[in-house]
Structures are given as C-alpha cells and as structure tokens.
C-alpha cells in the first residue's frame, strides 16, 4: 500500500544493531518487490527466518485447462463449488492466463494446522460470505461480507472463519497489485477525487509475535507447485516492522460511487490495477440523471480485453436471471451489451442495488476444468430475441 506503517517496536535507524533484553541481536529482514524497486518494508524477527529444515513434498496445483482459447461469453454458477474443509484445497480456478487466475473457495475451516506463503502472485480475496480474521507475520486483520483483502506476494497466512459458511472470490495476479494511479498524487496520498481514501485502508494492527522453536510447515507455492517446507523456528516471530509492503483491507462498501448525468464508462468503478487487468467494483448508487438518458449500459465491444463480472447481492439490471455467486465472462473480440428488454427497462429508474466485482483482463483467459462444469452452456445465446 503506497503509504508508511509501523507495528511493534523497531530500532531508531534501518541496518543497526537491535538487541533483545537478553543482548542478542533481532534478525533484520529487508522484504521487498519487483526486485529493489518496488513496495518495501524491514522486519525484525525473534530467529534468523531462513532456517528450513526439510521439503517434505512437492507437488501441482497448477489448473487444468478445459478451453485454451475461449470465444463463448460464459455464465458459470459459482455458489455450484461444493464447500471443503481445508482453506487451500477448497480454491477452484476457473478462469486464468499467464497474468491472473480467477479462483473460487467455500472453505468450511480456520487454516491453523499449515501457514500459507504464495510466490507467485499477489492475492485478493473478496468475501462474499462470511467473517473472521486473516492472520499474517505481519499483523492481523479482521473481515467480514464486503471486504477486500488484499494480500501481497510473500506474506505469511493464515485465516480464521467464525462460521463454516463462507464464500470467496479470489484474484491472484503475477503483477503487484495497486490502486488506481490517477487517484494519486505525486507523493501517493489519495485525491479528492478518489472514490476511496486512506480512512477506508485498514492495515494491520496486531500482530502475533511467538518465539518458539520445532516444526512449522509452510506451503509455499512457486510455478503452481505447493512446496511442503518444515521451518525450525514460528513464521510469526515478528517484533516490529516497518514500510509499505503490508497486507490491507478495503470495504467495498467503502466505495463512493461517481456518477452522471449519462452512462458514466466502467472505469469510474475502478478499485485496484496492475499492467496487465483492472479490478472494478459496482455499488449501490443513484442513475443516470439526464431527463432522456438510458441507464443501462450500451453495448461494448471490448475488443482487447475479456470481461468477468461476480455478482454479489442487488438485481444486475443489464443481465436477465443473473443470480448471486455467478460470473459471466464476455471474452475479447466479440461485443456484448444489455440483454433483450434491459435498456427499456432501466429507463426511469432512479437508484440501483447491484453489488458486483468486475475483472478485464489485458490477456485472454483460458477456461478450467473446474470452471467448465459451472457453466450453463447457452448463456452465449441469451442475446437471441
Ligand atoms: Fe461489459
């Protein structure tokens, strides 16, 4: 996240000596992204965090591919993932590319038996149902319906669920994940025309520090493979830390809707960005308000980008028998619009309910396995009159 925070206690100046009360030194750890350019923060660990002691196993959960290369708009029933009981096997990929991969999860328990490290990309995880606490070495944070966590490649895991009724949409993206550069300024303080500031960020705020030695298996996952690795000390032995490469939370809720006289374009719902898709969210907001407008959006051709949209909880106005938990996918090249009836419809109404998570991605998306048995088969035709 482009600003400063500090949890714990640090010493006064990066790269010196931090003693314990016992004279030993605190292991320093500078943990950064894309390379040394990139969001940075130094943690100060209790042990040296680089003490393995084994890889017990080796293996890939790199997604199957139904559909390489996909020119049908699809409708997949997302709420049709069965529930499992295990935080990492319970994810489904349904959709992916070299970039991202569109994931779908009804974890039933905490994942308090393994920590979780992913390499290979950042993740969001929105919360369609449920509530809890996600539990990193660098602090924890407290989630419920509506929230986006946004969670950096590298960071350590865990996650707590208050109940066994949970629903995720999860976005896992090779490039880092940021928020929309025009709402910035040169200093990255978040401007007056941003649909979000940094009052709606919630960092970290307390963190977890044991310092214990023995066994502790970390799944890191690299080139979609999960490397089972037995670490000698806790992974959670942080102290203190300090910077700007920290897991947040944003409620989308939180997101202030900008609107128009006229059909405002997908990009006024833009929420986070990386050089290769966008994150959207749309919510609750008033219509268009030009006396001869149409609310509805026209159709679009997006010829250069595939389109999928999860609905979360309102009535989808373009999209006729949309239901909760779905995604549609629009892919590049093909235009797609409003569903038959669905302009005309929208014609006088003042105020929408819709809540929907969108992704375009830059790159098309191939189709899983997984992702395929959710999908209906005739969602491509529902345009036909
Ligand atoms: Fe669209």
Same mark, same amino acid.
Request: net charge negative; charged share 25%; with cysteine.
């Given at each position: 996240?482009?600003?400063?925070?500090?949890?714990?206690?640090?010493?006064?100046?990066?790269?010196?000596?931090?003693?314990?009360?016992?004279?030993?030194?605190?292991?320093?750890?500078?943990? @950064?992204? *894309?390379?040394?350019?990139?969001?940075?923060? /130094?943690?100060?660990?209790?042990?040296?965090? !680089?003490? *393995?002691?084994?890889?017990?196993?080796? $293996?890939? *959960?790199?997604?199957?591919?139904?559909?390489? /290369?996909?020119?049908?708009?699809?409708?997949?029933? =997302?709420?049709?993932?069965?529930?499992?009981?295990?935080?990492?096997?319970?994810?489904?990929?349904?959709?992916?590319?070299?970039?991202?991969?569109?994931?779908?999860?009804?974890?039933?328990?905490?994942?308090?038996?393994?920590? $979780?490290?992913?390499?290979?990309?950042?993740?969001?995880?929105?919360?369609?149902? =449920?509530? =809890?606490?996600?539990?990193?070495?660098?602090?924890?944070?407290?989630?419920?319906? @509506?929230?986006?966590? *946004?969670?950096?490649? @590298?960071?350590?895991?865990?996650?707590?669920?208050?109940?066994?009724? /949970?629903?995720?949409?999860?976005?896992?993206?090779?490039?880092?994940?940021?928020?929309?550069?025009?709402?910035?300024?040169?200093?990255?303080?978040?401007?007056?025309?941003?649909?979000?500031?940094?009052?709606?960020?919630?960092?970290?705020?307390?963190?977890?520090?044991?310092?214990?030695?023995?066994?502790?298996?970390?799944?890191?996952?690299?080139?979609?493979?999960?490397?089972?690795?037995?670490?000698? !000390?806790?992974?959670?032995?942080?102290?203190?830390?300090?910077?700007?490469?920290?897991?947040?939370?944003?409620?989308?809720?939180?997101?202030?809707?900008? !609107? @128009?006289?006229?059909?405002?374009?997908?990009?006024?719902?833009?929420?986070?960005?990386?050089?290769?898709?966008?994150?959207?969210?749309?919510?609750?907001?008033?219509?268009?308000?030009?006396?001869?407008?149409?609310?509805?959006?026209? /159709?679009?051709?997006?010829?250069?980008?595939?389109?999928?949209?999860?609905?979360?909880?309102?009535?989808?106005?373009?999209?006729?028998?949309?239901?909760?938990?779905?995604?549609?996918?629009?892919?590049?090249?093909?235009?797609?619009?409003?569903?038959?009836?669905?302009?005309?419809?929208?014609?006088?109404?003042?105020?929408?309910?819709?809540?929907?998570?969108?992704?375009?991605?830059?790159?098309?998306?191939?189709? !899983?396995?997984? =992702?395929?048995?959710?999908?209906?088969?005739?969602?491509?035709?529902?345009?036909?009159?």
């Amino acid at each position: 996240m482009p600003f400063y925070h500090k949890l714990g206690k640090i010493p006064p100046k990066r790269h010196t000596q931090f003693r314990k009360p016992d004279g030993s030194l605190y292991s320093e750890q500078l943990f @950064g992204t *894309v390379g040394f350019d990139g969001m940075y923060c /130094n943690i100060y660990h209790e042990h040296r965090p !680089t003490q *393995v002691k084994q890889i017990k196993k080796q $293996y890939s *959960v790199a997604p199957k591919i139904a559909s390489a /290369n996909n020119m049908l708009s699809l409708r997949l029933d =997302g709420f049709a993932i069965k529930p499992e009981k295990d935080f990492l096997s319970s994810r489904k990929t349904v959709l992916t590319n070299s970039d991202c991969s569109i994931i779908l999860a009804a974890p039933q328990e905490s994942l308090r038996d393994y920590f $979780y490290k992913n390499t290979d990309a950042d993740e969001v995880i929105f919360i369609h149902k =449920g509530s =809890g606490k996600l539990r990193t070495f660098l602090g924890n944070i407290d989630f419920k319906y @509506g929230d986006y966590l *946004v969670i950096p490649r @590298g960071i350590i895991y865990q996650i707590d669920f208050d109940s066994e009724d /949970n629903r995720l949409f999860i976005v896992e993206s090779r490039q880092p994940i940021y928020t929309p550069k025009r709402y910035r300024n040169w200093f990255g303080q978040l401007l007056e025309h941003s649909p979000f500031c940094e009052r709606d960020i919630r960092k970290p705020e307390q963190l977890e520090t044991y310092d214990a030695k023995g066994e502790f298996l970390v799944k890191v996952k690299k080139n979609d493979d999960i490397f089972e690795m037995v670490y000698a !000390t806790h992974p959670f032995d942080v102290v203190g830390y300090d910077g700007y490469n920290y897991p947040y939370a944003f409620s989308i809720h939180d997101f202030e809707p900008i !609107t @128009g006289r006229i059909h405002q374009p997908p990009p006024v719902h833009q929420t986070f960005e990386t050089t290769a898709m966008v994150i959207c969210s749309f919510v609750p907001r008033l219509y268009d308000y030009h006396p001869e407008s149409i609310p509805a959006p026209y /159709n679009h051709s997006n010829i250069d980008s595939d389109e999928v949209l999860y609905y979360v909880d309102g009535d989808f106005m373009s999209r006729n028998d949309i239901k909760q938990g779905q995604i549609t996918l629009h892919p590049a090249g093909i235009v797609h619009g409003p569903h038959p009836g669905a302009a005309e419809r929208s014609i006088g109404k003042t105020e929408t309910e819709e809540l929907a998570v969108m992704v375009d991605t830059f790159k098309p998306l191939q189709v !899983t396995e997984d =992702g395929m048995k959710l999908s209906d088969g005739t969602y491509y035709q529902s345009w036909l009159e």
